[in-house]
């Protein structure tokens, strides 16, 4: 008997199909042990001594791995074919080891790049040993990450109140957000003009040209910046004659693009079909793995996560044959297409992602789920397209000059003259902007034809600012400047927005205010971690590591010796100092220049004092200088958020009206945790905080009224006789009788909610966790032994599935519409086995979180605050317990 080890049981039940019964293929779940989220586990002052903890998970895995290894002939460890992949060998065979339960075993490391029955037995044919020097790759970047982040975040968390962690990576990408943030901030814009000529030539066949000489003078982009100055050129047109003075006319060639790797096809995916980096991976992930076709389980693709761009000899030679058969031989090059990448950076130990076969076409495939079908059909036709003939194409511009050469139109045109790859597969981004450049086809035209002048049209034009990253862009970016590696972005991108450091807005990042902040702190005191510059730097260090060129200790050495010393730096900054420098970084976003001249730094209440940055308890935000004789805030953000100021005023108070029952005045009012009503003046007046479904100007006097009448009676419960009550708390909108709660959708409801439906609420049976959902996220139909029903649930801690009394927690990030009915019987099966029923459940004992394991993240632990001892006294235990409240 023979035992493989694989990392999902998606690949271990096709790998099983194809070896038969002398083979049991087990799953790992990915990795098994990682360092524990406590301080000390990466040790330097020990040569980087690091400890290791087996996953409470994945205990039961190891059991079972050890179980099936007694006896066995040979085990082979069969993990993707990457660093990752490697390390997960690794810490296998050392927990296998430890275990003492490879004796007799033989054990070999086996890759295949694709999921095919030949790449697997060829695979098995050819065992090899682990390759250490990617191991120590992997140990590099897992130890740097880990340090990174329980030093730095530390320190973070005592300089600057709300922030949440930083990353190596991850602080690096959100400094890029933040920066072309700034970039929009500071972009003045500018006014132009074109002028645009219509001609037509001695057929009748018309076109246009456009203006780029006027008075003999070449036309900058900027030169004509008026009406008066557009008007004045139309009219210079409109009283000359004009004739042909040049013709040129180019051959030009478009090449296809190169197969993808990782990052192309993110980038790609999230422009044609608009997947997220996340979703992306996570349909690869199942299409690499293995799809159910024609009642047999296949691998669908080639390994996802790579950035090499060449394709296998014989996958060329089928992809040209295909060309051939089907578009015919002038579409089929002279010669087979060889591609290397550009990327800074780029390891190109394996294929670009590809069809396992290109006779499988997407068309054929109809049991994929229509997401899986899009991106398979977007890798089979970009990856056949690479090996296509190049487009012909012809580019013509015609140069139109008065008779007194005084006045220059020029008009582009381009035609395609032999479509080639262009018949199967475009470019999303860059061929749309070509021809947004290049017009269509000119008519025939002569040097020296006249021509008859038509209508002259002008047009007003703005310059815009850069655009936000996308997260194509993004990704496209990083890769660029060697950043991360395309197999993390997905995890750092899905970090960002998971730390509220970012939110996405027409599929844009925009940084938060908290965001802004950790960034402009790293930049004022960690300048050089947060550089472009050194974090390539140090991914061409962890490249030469996994390349045999560089130890994996002296690079750490080298990074600690410095990062420490920073981190000392630090230890004496005091607060003030702190948001010294962040006042100063952060001013020109915070108080930006207005039209009319006057200082932005100048409080709207008092006149007199100097508005500045302010740290509190709960984060930043704006205070006066006059404090306390001057209460004036406004929240963190540009001049206080523009709509929020637009609604409420320079000042920060809008008045709405009267209360009719006391003539008091209804106000809306900006303040340091946000917008809020408020009824009447004094010490203590009567305020409502506006829900988060609620923007400043939609509230008048009714809604304002409305929120300080909060709670509100809504009437007798018809059994118990107790009140129900709406109101709007910290957690949201909700009814309350008898002590039970019950959330609301929107906090519409708490204003116009009634008896029935409040009764009717409280009658549905209690959920579970904050918001469970009522339905499904995704339902299977029954389980294949009793019947009952298998869904997917959303919880308060996430996604999970439901069977029988049985709850099993999705692991981190997996899609809950990507998991299948397999995947999800083996956690549910995984779950039983340790007890995980209604029946069965056990107290749950405090686990330790997890350091994130994607690369730019490590989450540290805080610790616990120490206890002081009790005081001796015959009353000590309600001093005692308010102790414990204040901490």
Not at 121 to 133: F, H, V, W
Not at 373 to 397: D, G, N
């Amino acid at each position: 008997m023979n035992v493989v080890i694989v990392e999902s049981p998606a690949k271990a039940k096709t790998i099983n199909k194809y070896l038969g019964h002398d083979y049991t293929v087990l799953a790992s779940f990915g990795h098994v042990r990682d360092l524990p989220a406590k301080d000390g586990s990466v040790r330097p002052t020990e040569d980087f001594a690091m400890d290791w903890e087996v996953d409470a998970d994945a205990k039961k895995r190891i059991a079972d791995i050890a179980k099936a290894c007694k006896g066995a002939h040979r085990l082979y460890l069969a993990t993707d074919p990457d660093r990752e992949g490697e390390a997960i060998s690794w810490h296998v065979l050392q927990i296998l080891n430890e275990k003492k339960a490879l004796k007799g075993v033989e054990v070999g490391r086996i890759t295949f790049n694709e999921i095919t029955k030949s790449a697997v037995t060829s695979a098995i044919k050819a065992p090899r040993m682990l390759d250490q020097e990617l191991i120590d790759a992997y140990l590099a970047r897992r130890a740097l990450d880990y340090l990174v982040g329980f030093t730095l975040s530390p320190v973070l968390w005592r300089k600057l109140p709300g922030a949440r962690s930083a990353g190596r990576v991850q602080s690096v990408a959100l400094r890029l957000i933040c920066d072309r943030e700034l970039e929009i901030e500071r972009f003045k814009t500018q006014e132009y003009w074109s002028v645009l000529g219509h001609f037509a030539a001695g057929d009748g066949s018309g076109f246009d040209a456009r203006l780029t000489h006027l008075d003999g003078k070449k036309l900058d982009k900027f030169d004509i910046n008026s009406a008066d100055k557009a008007e004045s050129a139309k009219a210079a047109i409109e009283r000359r004659d004009f004739h042909v003075e040049a013709v040129e006319s180019k051959p030009g060639f478009r090449n296809p693009a190169p197969p993808f790797t990782t990052s192309t096809l993110q980038q790609e995916a999230a422009r044609k079909l608009g997947f997220s980096a996340q979703r992306t991976m996570q349909l690869a992930q199942r299409l690499y793995e293995g799809i159910d076709v024609d009642g047999e389980t296949v691998g669908l693709i080639t390994y996802m996560r790579t950035d090499g761009v060449s394709m296998a000899n014989e996958a060329i030679h089928a992809a040209r044959g295909l060309i051939d058969s089907r578009y015919g031989k002038a579409y089929v090059p002279d010669a087979p297409r060889m591609y290397k990448t550009k990327a800074k950076n780029a390891q190109e130990a394996h294929e670009a992602i590809r069809p396992t076969d290109f006779a499988r076409h997407p068309d054929k495939l109809r049991r994929l789920d229509p997401d899986q079908q899009r991106l398979y059909e977007l890798i089979w036709k970009r990856a056949l397209a690479s090996q296509m003939a190049s487009a012909r194409v012809e580019r013509t511009t015609v140069d139109v000059t008065s008779r007194d050469a005084q006045v220059v139109l020029r008009a582009t045109g381009s035609v395609v003259l032999f479509d080639g790859f262009l018949t199967l597969y475009q470019e999303g981004e860059d061929d749309r902007a070509r021809d947004d450049e290049d017009g269509g086809r000119l008519p025939k035209l002569t040097k020296g034809e006249g021509l008859r002048r038509g209508p002259v049209t002008i047009a007003q034009h703005f310059t815009e600012p850069p655009p936000r990253y996308s997260e194509a862009s993004l990704v496209k970016k990083l890769e660029e400047l060697g950043i991360g590696r395309p197999s993390t972005y997905a995890s750092i991108l899905t970090t960002l927005r998971d730390r509220a450091y970012v939110t996405m807005e027409k599929n844009r990042f925009i940084p938060e205010d908290k965001g802004r902040l950790v960034t402009a702190f790293l930049e004022s005191f960690f300048t050089k971690y947060v550089e472009y510059g050194f974090t390539a730097n140090l991914e061409e260090q962890l490249d030469d590591v996994s390349a045999g060129k560089l130890g994996w200790k002296d690079v750490l050495r080298a990074f600690w010796t410095d990062f420490i010393a920073a981190i000392d730096g630090t230890k004496e900054l005091k607060i003030s100092d702190v948001i010294e420098a962040l006042d100063q970084l952060l001013g020109p976003h915070l108080f930006p220049e207005g039209e009319d001249g006057k200082d932005p730094r100048v409080c709207p209440s008092c006149g007199n004092g100097r508005l500045s940055l302010k740290l509190g308890k709960f984060g930043a935000f704006i205070g006066c200088s006059n404090y306390p004789e001057c209460r004036f805030t406004r929240q963190f953000g540009v001049g206080g958020d523009d709509a929020q100021k637009n609604a409420i005023g320079e000042d920060g108070i809008k008045i709405l009206g009267e209360d009719p029952a006391s003539g008091e005045k209804i106000t809306l009012r900006s303040g340091r945790f946000g917008p809020y009503v408020q009824q009447g003046e004094g010490e203590k007046p009567k305020r409502a905080s506006l829900p988060k479904d609620m923007t400043p100007d939609a509230v008048d006097l009714d809604k304002a009224i409305a929120l300080l009448s909060l709670p509100r009676d809504i009437g007798a419960h018809p059994e118990s006789g107790k009140v129900i009550q709406a109101g709007i708390g910290r957690y949201g909108p909700y009814i309350l009788c008898d002590g039970r709660y019950v959330n609301l959708p929107t906090s519409e409801e708490a204003f116009t909610i009634g008896l029935n439906r409040a009764v009717s609420l409280l009658a549905e049976p209690p959920k579970r966790g904050k918001r469970a959902a009522a339905e499904p996220l995704k339902a299977f139909g029954d389980h294949p032994e009793d019947g009952k029903p298998v869904n997917i649930m959303d919880g308060r801690f996430g996604p999970y599935v439901s069977w029988n009394g049985i709850y099993a927690t999705l692991p981190k990030g997996n899609d809950p519409q990507a998991v299948t009915l397999e995947e999800a019987l083996a956690l549910l099966a995984a779950k039983a086995a340790k007890g995980g029923g209604k029946k069965k459940a056990a107290p749950k004992k405090a686990a330790p979180k997890k350091a994130a394991a994607a690369e730019g993240e490590t989450a540290p632990a805080k610790k616990a605050p120490a206890r002081k001892p009790a005081a001796k006294k015959p009353a000590a235990k309600k001093p005692a317990a308010k102790a414990k409240k204040a901490g």
